[in-house]
T-cell receptor, first 108, second 115 residues
Framework: SQQGEEDPQALSIQEGENATMNCSYK?????LQWYRQNSGRGLVHLILIRSNEREKHSGRLRVTLDTSKKSSSLLITASRAADTASYFC????????FGKGTSLLVTP | KAGVTQTPRYLIKTRGQQVTLSCSPI?????VSWYQQTPGQGLQFLFEYFSETQRNKGNFPGRFSGRQFSNSRSEMNVSTLELGDSALYLCVSSLEAGQNPYEQYFGPGTRLTVT
């Protein structure tokens, strides 16, 4: 069953702009993960943030986690056309529980 | 080292038929999980195999089954196909059982279309 819900469902920006995606979840977690999927292919793990962390950076990615609000955000700075993809948050259980994703389009 | 391999990559079947999808995990990985991805339901967990044993199963009907061989390769089978089974089927390879994200690698998927 799905745990995370991403917002917005779709986002269109121009190269160089920042893209922010949000994820809300329902139950207590010990970590939250973000994945990227390029055009109907397999998912690639981007970043994991633990429940005792508020913010985490990886290159142009910045993830925040607010456990009191059960929400997380993924910020991609200085977006590039190559960032065009779907982005999913996932929470752990006996399986990964994915949201339905945010479809990001970055135009030159 | 080679990544996760899924075969075939694309498949078209007719309602009522059955289909078998294959996944070869990364060498040395013993856990294989399967997910179904559809536009309506998103990514849904099917099952996980570790050392030839099914460890966990998602909420899918019995038409969906799987197995794992001694070389860790896994197959999933869907019998009596329905239109709603059209989806991208993703295989995930990991070293051990469980959900350590740093050790999980997704395959490219098999796109199944049921007509």
């Amino acid at each position: 069953s799905q745990q995370g819900e991403e917002d917005p469902q779709a986002l269109s920006i121009q190269e160089g702009e920042n893209a922010t995606m949000n994820c809300s979840y329902k139950t207590s977690i010990n970590n939250l993960q973000w994945y990227r999927q390029n055009s109907g292919r397999g998912l690639v793990h981007l970043i994991l943030i633990r429940s005792n962390e508020r913010e985490k950076h990886s290159g142009r990615l910045r993830v925040t986690l607010d456990t009191s609000k059960k929400s997380s955000s993924l910020l991609i700075t200085a977006s590039r056309a190559a960032d065009t993809a779907s982005y999913f948050c996932a929470t752990p259980g006996y399986a990964l529980n994915f949201g339905k994703g945010t479809s990001l389009l970055v135009t030159p | 080292k080679a990544g996760v391999t899924q075969t075939p990559r694309y498949l078209i079947k007719t309602r009522g038929q059955q289909v078998t999808l294959s996944c070869s995990p990364i060498s040395g990985h013993r856990s294989v999980s399967w997910y179904q991805q559809t536009p309506g339901q998103g990514l849904q967990f099917l099952f996980e195999y570790f050392s030839e044993t099914q460890r966990n199963k998602g909420n899918f009907p019995g038409r969906f089954s799987g197995r794992q061989f001694s070389n860790s390769r896994s197959e999933m089978n869907v019998s009596t196909l329905e239109l709603g089974d059209s989806a991208l089927y993703l295989c995930v390879s990991s070293l051990e059982a469980g959900q350590n994200p740093y050790e999980q690698y997704f395959g490219p998927g098999t796109r199944l279309t049921v007509t």
